[in-house]
T-cell receptor, first 115, second 110 residues
Framework: SAVISQKPSRDICQRGTSLTIQCQVD?????MFWYRQQPGQSLTLIAT?????????ESGFVIDKFPISRPNLTFSTLTVSNMSPEDSSIYLC????????????FGPGTRLLVL | GQQVMQIPQYQHVQEGEDFTTYCNSS?????IQWYKQRPGGHPVFLIQ???SGEVKKQKRLTFQFGEAKKNSSLHITATQTTDVGTYFC??????????WGAGTKLIIKP
């Protein structure tokens, strides 16, 4: 397993602004993912953060809206750009190890409210 | 696209009663994983099932993986207040993608 931290834990933002969420892991991991979870809903994968290359985005998510960085094997950022109230959600990062059990371990999440 | 259907959406039980949630995939899965999310918390990994027909137990929790590796269930015996939360199944497809079920929320009646 891994210890995963996310910053900020919550934020209230004005529409049209951008917020960058950080995800830090206490050990090197193969895979890092970014999810969105609306209240009472399941998890929706936004993208897989690839170390040293562009993230792999899921259908319905684009790099201009959700730019992602992954400069090394323990850290990633997700930016929510030009926010609107529809972006209000919980954003979760998760990690796993390819070739192992490939189960995912989640950070505590970032609760975002856009006014 | 691939889907994992999970039912029921909610289950209200009296403390001490049993609880079951079911997942069904449209395609064969490499494995299926179960996660628990407490209210206000993040998903926490419970278990992974890999083999056809596999059954695993964790104290009062019993997990099953179907023979065709398309369906799975989680059964909790004699629920306790600490069991409250949403239980998610997530099936892994051949591309190492996790496909999440909608979750079943376990509610303990007062």
């Amino acid at each position: 397993s891994a210890v995963i931290s996310q910053k900020p834990s919550r934020d209230i933002c004005q529409r049209g602004t951008s917020l960058t969420i950080q995800c830090q892991v206490d050990s090197q991991v193969t895979m890092m993912f970014w999810y969105r979870q609306q209240p009472g809903q399941s998890l929706t994968l936004i993208a897989t953060a690839n170390q040293g290359s562009e993230a792999t985005y899921e259908s319905g998510f684009v790099i201009d809206k959700f730019p992602i960085s992954r400069p090394n094997l323990t850290f990633s950022t997700l930016t929510v750009s030009n926010m609107s109230p529809e972006d209000s959600s919980i954003y979760l990062c998760s990690v796993s190890w390819r070739g192992g059990e490939e189960t995912q371990y989640f950070g505590p999440g970032t609760r975002l409210l856009v006014l | 696209g691939q889907q994992v259907m999970q039912i029921p959406q909610y289950q209200h039980v009296q403390e001490g009663e049993d609880f079951t949630t079911y997942c069904n995939s449209s395609t064969t899965l490499s494995n299926i994983q179960w996660y628990k999310q407490r209210p206000g918390g993040h998903p926490v990994f419970l278990i992974q099932l890999v083999k056809s027909g596999e059954v695993k137990k964790q104290k009062r929790l019993t997990f099953q993986f179907g023979e065709a590796k398309k369906n799975s269930s989680l059964h909790i015996t004699a629920t306790q207040t600490t069991d409250v939360g949403t239980y998610f199944c997530a099936g892994m497809d051949s591309n190492y993608q996790l496909i999440w079920g909608a979750g079943t929320k376990l509610i303990i009646k007062p």
